[in-house]
């Protein structure tokens, strides 16, 4: 049990959250996947320097828009609000790239989005 509690922590330290500061740092073209009630798709995101964020999913279905905006409570607590539902932004380090991290309030859905230096 003791081997599996140490594995366990060891898997949640691999990629700690970075500390967001302000909006601007998230600013630029982010690409992923998003999942939520409107299905599971790649899709790219561009968030502005405000915290305004403006997507595409792309969907088998066709192409749906999705927009919303970032808010820095405080580095450590970030939220969003858009189209595709509320909830946490999380930002991580892996390598010389950077994951964003959407994760819904309640569950059902969210987003993984990379972009590179």
Not at 49 to 61: K, N, P, Q, V
Not at 84 to 98: A, P, S
Request: proline share 4%; hydrophobic share 40%.
């Amino acid at each position: 049990m003791l081997v599996g509690v140490v594995l366990l922590c060891s898997c949640a330290s691999l990629h700690p959250p970075v500390a967001i500061p302000n909006t601007q740092t998230l600013a630029g073209a982010w690409h992923g996947r998003v999942s939520g009630f409107a299905g599971h798709a790649m899709a790219v995101m561009t968030v502005a320097d405000t915290g305004a964020y403006a997507g595409t999913m792309f969907l088998e279905t066709g192409d749906k828009h999705f927009e919303g905006a970032i808010v820095v409570v405080d580095p450590g607590r970030v939220r969003y609000q858009g189209t595709l539902g509320n909830g946490t932004v999380r930002l991580e380090q892996r390598g010389d790239g950077q994951v964003l991290r959407f994760v819904q309030d309640g569950g059902g859905g969210g987003a993984s989005f990379s972009r590179r230096p």
